[in-house]
């Protein structure tokens, strides 16, 4: 009723799970991750405990086979399960039992397990794979895209129904304060995988922080329209927006206010944009769920500048 792949990006360590299912919230079941241990997809009458119990292996020494190994011998309903583990080495190991629904089966490779049952075929496992190591988009990316070529292959055989991603770094939630660098989920949508690109391509507007070099500097003209852009969506200085994070607790007389970070080194700002402006903006962007972005005065992102120019368009 599922497939899925389990992988490693070499070039940064993170490790992912991509899957997709006929099954309500596919997400809560399936994939599992920990930032440098190694990553496992548990389906077909899923043992939800793989998932931890697999990674606990892994972190006391076991390799990604001898996990799995460890894993499927103390399961009594072996022969229905299907799981592929990837270890942070790289190493990857797959089970599809007897009693799994065809067509049912699964490739490992170095960085990779893919495996999938109640399949269209085995070009479906196929697919996952050779998405994955034709290497040609960003690692999460390309798990998306591993998911679209195994649709297109033949898919689950009932159809469509949940998708997730769960990609894991050390650091990389939100905050820094865990692992969980991608963690998306479609619970129940006609394109599961269409959808999980869409919410994947959010997530990189609005909790990625963009490049330094990649940042555009405010000069007089662009000014003026980042001016007309900010009235027109209703965002000007001393609007409505600027209230909207009013503290609860306002700053003692004489305490300046904490400034929100940002990204580059501030510039001097030109002709036509002055503190005002500069704070009618980050207001809108805080509005917008957009800080992340927030670029040193003087500069702007180009996500944002054109973000803005579509919301402007709009009104």
């Known amino acids: 009723m599922t497939f899925s792949i389990v992988a490693l990006d070499e070039a940064t360590g993170d490790l992912g799970v991509a899957v997709q299912s006929k099954f309500l919230a596919v997400g809560s079941v399936v994939p599992w991750a920990r930032a440098g241990v190694g990553a496992v997809a548990t389906q077909s009458f899923a043992n939800v405990a793989y998932g931890p119990a697999g990674l606990d292996l892994i972190a006391g020494g076991a390799g990604a086979q001898e996990a799995l190994d460890r894993l499927v011998a103390a399961d009594d309903l072996r022969a229905d399960r299907q799981a592929g583990i990837v270890d942070a080495a ?65 898919g689950d055989r009932r159809g469509r129904e949940s998708a997730a991603i769960l990609v ?18 479609v619970d129940d949508h006609p394109d599961p995988i269409g959808e999980l690109g869409r919410l994947l391509d959010l997530q990189r507007l609005y909790l990625d922080r963009p490049d330094p070099g990649d940042l555009v500097a405010l000069d007089p003209a662009l000014a003026r329209e980042l001016r007309s852009l900010l009235e027109r969506v209703g965002a000007g200085p001393d609007g ?33 944009w002055d503190a005002r402006w500069q704070g009618a903006l980050v207001d809108w962007m805080a509005v917008e769920n957009l800080e992340e972005r927030n670029a040193a005065p003087g500069w702007i992102d180009p996500r944002v500048l054109e973000f803005l120019r579509v919301k402007a368009g709009g009104t």
């Open 90 to 154: 790289g190493r990857s190991a797959t089970w599809t039992g007897r009693g799994c629904f065809a067509w049912a089966g699964g490739r490992t490779g170095p960085g990779y397990a893919a495996q999938g049952n109640i399949l269209g075929g085995a070009a479906v496992v196929d697919a996952l794979v050779d998405t994955f190591t034709a290497g040609r988009a960003a690692f999460p990316e390309r798990l998306v895209a591993c998911l679209q070529a195994a649709d297109e292959a033949g």
């Open 168 to 185: 894991v770094r050390a650091g990389g939630g939100y905050g820094g304060g865990n692992d969980r660098w991608i963690d998306l989920r």
């Open 240 to 272: 409505r927006l600027g209230a909207v994070y009013a503290p609860m607790w306002p700053a003692a007389e004489g305490e300046a206010a904490p400034e929100r970070p940002f990204v580059g080194a501030p510039r001097p700002l030109p002709d036509g």
